[in-house]
Nanobody
Framework: VQLQASGGGLVQTGGSLRLSCAAS????????MGWFRQAPGKEREFVAA????????YYADSVKGRFTISRDNAKNTVYLEMDSLKPEDTAVYYC??????????????????WGRGTQVTVSS
């Protein structure tokens, strides 16, 4: 399985960005996908997750109400719409895939595959 993330960039505070992550290769019908981020000097943290089958979602408190995760099953692609961006959202954003994704998960160890990451920078 390969994950290709795209859509990062530089945006001003209050702006918006949309990240995409396309999965290719042999996946399962019940996989889940998530977004994590890592800022310099900090640990990787959970952002949002979604299940393929039901579309159930789960968000970190820090992004709830500002970020929206969605999926297109036909394209095996997950999106992260990020609105009202803040400087503290600056990080490398990684998408990940869990082969057993019945429930959207915030746990790093649940994910089997990871993309390379895409940089998001929010200027103040």
């Amino acid at each position: 399985v390969q994950l290709q993330a795209s859509g990062g960039g530089l945006v001003q505070t209050g702006g918006s960005l949309r990240l995409s992550c396309a999965a290719s290769g042999r996946t399962s019908s019940s996989y889940g996908m998530g977004w994590f981020r890592q800022a310099p000097g900090k640990e990787r943290e959970f952002v949002a997750a979604i299940t393929r089958r039901s579309g159930s979602t789960y968000y970190a408190d820090s992004v709830k109400g500002r970020f929206t995760i969605s999926r297109d099953n036909a394209k095996n692609t997950v999106y992260l719409e990020m609105d009202s961006l803040k400087p503290e959202d600056t990080a490398v954003y990684y998408c990940a895939l869990a082969l057993q994704g019945h429930i959207p998960s915030s746990h790093v160890e649940r994910y089997n595959y990871w993309g390379r990451g895409t940089q998001v920078t929010v200027s103040s």
